[in-house]
């Protein structure tokens, strides 16, 4: 009966060895043989957890505000359970913001350029048929991949930023595309498709049809 249950010891308790110092030395039984035993069936059963692309994720989320920041407040929720004493509180950072959307960014460029990031880590020149060689893509110190090209040797450019200077190759993906586009749009005012375009050059690589994204973005 439950109200027994609840007042024995042992549902309280457990029991008298789990309270002590040292646990005590349990002989295991023998592990039958199949030789000896026909009836005793050794069955084994792996469970592979189902992982979904970080571009299902994403999908999730109406915006990409939304989405970096739903992913700040959940990894300043692991650093303040790792590091207590040194929590962090308050409105979200601008870096703390920066960083996830540099996440999303990293992560889709890995699903969609596996084969050229894993050659650029390992010194390797692209392979031929790769539709990025023109781009002389490189990996910078956030393990985010940008675009290189020969303007960055131009005496003028060393003055510029990061940015600008090597902007961001965006994966071919097209809820990150219409999000970021939408976010710009917000931003900026609704500014036109021309300012957009630029505004979005000026830390973006679109590896796809760009200018008909965002006439297709703010058209809707």
Known sequence: MPE???QHELWWSG???LRGK????????????????????????SFAPQVKPIAEFI????????????????????????????????PLTAAELV??????????????????????RGNKPLPHNSKLLSLNIFE??????????????????STLNINRKHPILLPKDDHLIRSIIKEYHVRYLHASPQLLHSLLRQKFWFHTAFQLSVKSVISA
């Open 4 to 6: 027994k249950l609840s």
């Open 15 to 17: 029991p008298q060895w």
């Open 22 to 45: 040292h646990l005590p030395n349990i002989i295991a039984n023998k592990t039958p043989s199949l030789d000896n035993d026909d009836s005793y069936i050794n069955e084994s059963l």
């Open 59 to 90: 999908t999730k989320f109406s915006s990409f505000s939304k989405l970096t920041r739903a992913l700040a407040y959940c990894f300043r929720f692991v650093h303040n359970m790792r590091s207590p004493s040194n929590k962090c509180s308050g």
């Open 99 to 120: 960083a996830e959307e540099n996440l999303i960014i990293q992560l889709l460029q890995e699903q969609e350029f596996s084969v050229e990031i894993h050659t650029l």
């Open 140 to 157: 910078d110190e956030s393990g985010i991949i940008r675009v290189g090209g020969r303007l960055s040797k131009h005496l003028y450019l």
